[in-house]
């Protein structure tokens, strides 16, 4: 590309800047989980009992907190609208970046399609109907509010969370006062090996139970790819995905606990709606009823917001040509367009499977490869680029990300352990989007560093300064 046509080429191609505090960002991280909650993350004491569920979410939490302390720092460091895609390509290069993109994208293509055929679920529940228009009206309402524009969807996502939290706080005060601890034991014991009371289903059990407890905090790396529309990304994205992971702790603590704790372990293991199942139990039916609308507020919640995460990285990727260039194009709100159409309309003809479990275990093993090679790319970060300008910095540094990198790792096999359909089929999509790389885009990239592509932007947004 000639000088000017980087600068053409990268005009049509900007964000909005500005659009988000530290707050916002933080509300966007919660938004993204929120809906793991409601439900989904129980299905793990089916697995493992309550006690082997108890080590399994434990085990992920480490691995999502040193994971978002390793992406804190990267974020402040590289504030690129590809998160985690754009961490790997500074430390790994271009394949190493596309590599990790691609995972990513999986993940989040996948988890909105899963995502609507539970919210068509809890719209029948609710309503009495179902079904594919269901799923569309979702996809076409939504959509159209992120094409009015990131600080509007943002605020409108803040709303809808913050619904959701209502939902998760009022269930907590009301079982309180329920808890029983006899009542976190009641799955029978097996003969698996290490089967005990705690852990009935012994340490079989627990491995099949991670990717379960990894829904309790997936997909809050999103938060990074907020950094081009952040008011001071090197402030705001640590702040925002660091706050996010402290309550979204918070929350995970209440949910295990408390349910089990007052409806019984084994009834949660194998309830679809854990909140209001709960609380029904307990006798509190009209606020079971009230938390049965306000979960469907967490799953748009969570809707919402991945949608808004696929388009930024789609659009990070596309820039940079790793995907079609047309992709990238921004409208006069400064909004990629094409990059919130197109992905939904796939999304869309994935729901359509009406398999909302296997689509979000295969989304649970695109996001837990991501999160190996972004751990792997804080390390060779560290070590390749020690005098980096970081203006947050890891406590723990290398040893944080590796934990993070182990735990990823362990958490990929576990998918295999609960359904390896889910692992193969992802692995497929895998290769399909990495042969497309080797055997076309890899020799039309735009820019093969994020330096390099900074520099372009910046003298693209000079550019229109001088020209306005």
């Known amino acids: 590309m000639s000088d000017q046509l980087d600068k053409e080429y990268l005009a049509k191609r900007q964000l909005k800047r500005g659009s988000a505090g530290w707050i916002l960002l933080a509300g966007l991280g919660v938004s993204y989980v929120i809906s793991g909650d409601f439900a989904g993350w129980n299905f793990g004491i089916a697995e493992a009992g309550w006690g082997g569920f108890a080590i399994a979410a434990a085990l992920m939490a480490v691995m999502y907190l040193t994971l978002v302390l390793s992406l804190a720092e990267m974020s402040a460091a590289i504030p690129a609208a590809g998160g985690g895609y754009s961490f790997a390509r500074q430390a790994m290069g271009p394949t190493g970046g596309y590599l990790t993109g691609l995972a990513v994208l999986i993940e989040y293509a996948l988890a909105p399609a899963a995502i609507v055929i539970f919210i068509g679920s809890a719209v029948e529940a609710l309503l009495g109907f179902n079904g594919p228009w269901v799923y569309a009206a979702f996809y076409l309402v939504f959509i159209g509010i992120h094409l009015a524009g990131a600080g509007e969807a943002l605020k409108v996502m803040m709303v809808i969370s913050g619904l959701a939290v209502i939902a998760i706080l009022a269930t907590a005060v009301a079982l309180i006062g329920d808890f029983d601890t006899a009542r976190l034991f009641d799955v029978a014991v097996t003969d698996a090996a290490g089967a005990s009371e705690f852990m009935p289903m012994g340490?079989?059990?627990?491995?099949?139970?991670?990717?379960?407890?990894?829904?309790?905090?997936?997909?809050?790396?999103?938060?990074?790819?907020?950094?081009?529309?952040?008011?001071?990304?090197?402030?705001?994205?640590?702040?925002?995905?660091?706050?996010?992971?402290?309550?979204?702790?918070?929350?995970?603590?209440?949910?295990?606990?408390?349910?089990?704790?007052?409806?019984?372990?084994?009834?949660?293991?194998?309830?679809?709606?854990?909140?209001?199942?709960?609380?029904?139990?307990?006798?509190?039916?009209?606020?079971?009823?009230?938390?049965?609308?306000?979960?469907?507020?967490?799953?748009?919640?969570?809707?919402?917001?991945?949608?808004?995460?696929?388009?930024?990285?789609?659009?990070?990727?596309?820039?940079?040509g790793y995907i079609p260039k047309s992709l990238s194009v921004t409208d006069k709100r400064k909004v990629p367009a094409r990059a919130l159409i197109v992905p939904g309309v796939l999304g869309f003809l994935a729901s359509l499977t009406g398999e909302g479990d296997l689509m979000l275990a295969m989304a649970v093993v695109g996001a837990t490869v991501s999160y190996a090679l972004m751990a792997l790319s804080h390390i060779l970060l560290r070590i390749k680029q020690p005098d980096m300008e970081r203006p947050y910095k890891t406590p723990g540094g290398i040893v944080t990300s590796s934990i993070a990198f182990l735990l990823s790792l362990l958490a990929l096999t576990g998918v295999y352990a609960y359904d390896p359909r889910a692992f193969f089929y992802t692995l497929v999509l895998f290769a399909i989007g990495a042969a497309y790389y080797f055997l076309y885009s890899k020799n039309r990239l735009v820019a093969k560093t994020p330096e390099e592509e900074f520099d372009m932007l910046a003298a693209a947004e000079a550019d229109l300064a001088a020209t306005a």
Do not use: H, Q
């Open 203 to 320: 340490w079989y059990g627990v491995w099949a139970a991670l990717p379960f407890g990894m829904w309790l905090f997936l997909a809050v790396e999103g938060v990074p790819l907020a950094a081009e529309e952040a008011k001071d990304p090197a402030k705001d994205v640590p702040k925002g995905i660091i706050g996010a992971m402290i309550f979204l702790l918070f929350t995970a603590l209440l949910v295990v606990f408390l349910l089990a704790g007052a409806a019984g372990a084994d009834a949660m293991g194998k309830s679809a709606v854990p909140l209001v199942d709960a609380l029904n139990f307990a006798g509190y039916e009209s606020l079971g009823t009230a938390v049965n609308v306000l979960g469907l507020a967490g799953l748009i919640a969570s809707f919402f917001s991945i949608i808004y995460g696929y388009s930024r990285l789609v659009f990070a990727l596309s820039r940079a």
